[in-house]
């Protein structure tokens, strides 16, 4: 008898090589997705996606992929340690073209006029680079100038760039500033959290043709969670593994002590994921203290309190789907409805294209730099924002005001 018949099993449902059919959408990913997608929404779609090693980052990509109909060409670009020419060669190679023994300044008319074309054409162009924390200055400067190819009327390319937290790191540093300045939207994919990777491993296993959620027993969990963090790739190792060791011994459910067992054979120690390297910690005078949050947001309805949020400097997306930071329920709340990005200098709203609009007051706002107290209507439901900020460090010279900065934005419904 198979390893797969042993376990009532049709294919394997722990293998490492990315699987869009395999993937659970979690929270994170969900998100993760619907910001790619806003590439194609978007006539200057910019997103930058970051994760750990073996978060699903490039399962991700493939799925948005696999959905894209045929009015979108798209290259992937994976091998990311090139010179910028190499690069240029490698982007228009995926677009079929043979760009080689050619000087940059033929690669880039070649790729210009290719842009221009199936803009005519009616075709929406998506460059996607895969491993990009490997990318050079000097190449992330490049794909800066190409985000600025244009029509008299709009962008003709969209960009995804997907990498491991080095990346992030990279496009803060100070050089970066211009490049971030074209990124419309960023997300970092953290692990799973307990119960997302409980949820994972039972989704796999179904997908697998496992229809009884039996084989892993209910105590294997926390202990599969405190050796991998609930890092995907981790998870996917330690229960395949335990799989093996379990067939091996002729049983058909895989117990606590399985999972220890397996842990022994690996060599594993427990995840450094739960000993405090993903605590979000700041260093302040040489000791360290906690993230702190910056910006409160009170969602009342009919002048009831029905919830209250406080959040750290970033982007937080209000709407109707869960998958937002701040959920409300309401028929007139759309599902990416407005966000509200916080940074050292304050705080504005933005409409995401909703369907009812945002209102301070009586006025419907686009964009608008908030203070404290402000009161933000959205259908019948109101956000009371408050700034967290010691006083000494908010900007008092902000006044409420319509704003057009150019700032990322996500277009909803």
């Known amino acids: ?186 997300f970092h994919i953290g692990p799973l959290d307990s119960r997302d990777m409980r949820e994972y491993i039972i989704h796999r296993l179904a997908v697998a043709g496992r229809n009884a959620n039996d084989l892993f027993e209910e105590d294997t969990f926390d202990i599969i969670y405190r050796y991998t963090g609930g890092v995907p790739r981790l998870i996917n190792t330690l229960c395949d593994t335990a799989l093996l060791c379990t067939f091996a011994d002729g049983k058909l459910t895989v117990g606590a002590d399985d999972i220890m067992a397996t842990v022994a054979e690996l060599n594993w120690k427990e995840h450094e994921g739960n000993t405090g390297r993903y605590n979000q910690l700041k260093q302040v005078s040489g000791r360290m203290i906690e993230r702190y949050d910056v910006a409160q947001i009170e969602v009342r309805t009919d002048g009831e309190l029905v919830s209250m949020q406080s959040f ?28 509200i990005v916080v940074d050292d200098e304050g705080c504005f709203i933005e409409d995401l294209n909703s369907t009812n609009g945002v209102f301070i007051g009586e006025r419907q706002i686009k964009k608008h730099r908030l203070q404290d107290g402000d009161v933000i209507s959205l259908g019948t439901h109101e956000l009371v924002y408050t700034d967290l900020r010691p006083r000494e460090s908010a900007n008092e010279e902000n006044i409420a005001n319509d704003v057009d900065d150019d700032e990322p934005s996500v277009v909803g419904e």
Do not use: C
């Open 312 to 339: 750290p400097a970033g982007r937080i997306i209000i709407g109707r789907s869960p998958d937002n930071e701040v959920y409300i329920k309401g028929k007139f709340v759309s599902r990416h409805h407005a966000q």
């Open 1 to 186: 008898m198979s390893y797969l018949e042993h376990f009532n099993l049709q294919e394997q449902p722990f293998q490492l090589t990315p699987d869009p059919d395999f993937l659970y959408w979690s929270k994170q990913h969900a998100r993760a997705k619907a910001y790619m997608e806003s590439t194609i929404w978007l006539a200057d779609g910019f997103v930058v996606i970051t994760g750990e090693i073996g978060s699903g980052k490039t399962t991700l990509l493939q799925s948005f992929l696999d959905e894209l109909d045929e009015s979108v060409v798209y290259a992937v670009v994976s091998q990311t340690q090139l010179t910028p020419t190499q690069f240029l060669q490698a982007v228009l190679t995926e677009f079929g073209f043979k760009p080689f023994n050619k000087p940059k300044v033929e690669l880039l008319d070649m790729l210009n006029m290719f842009l221009i074309e199936q803009y005519s054409n009616g075709k929406k162009v998506v460059l996607i680079v895969d491993e990009a924390q490997n990318l050079s200055p000097k190449v992330l400067e490049e794909i800066r100038l190409l985000s600025g190819i244009e029509t008299h009327k709009e962008k003709v390319l969209r960009i995804i760039l997907a990498g491991q937290p080095e990346l992030k790191e990279t496009l803060d540093s100070p050089g970066m500033k211009q490049l971030v300045q074209r990124v419309r939207l960023r």
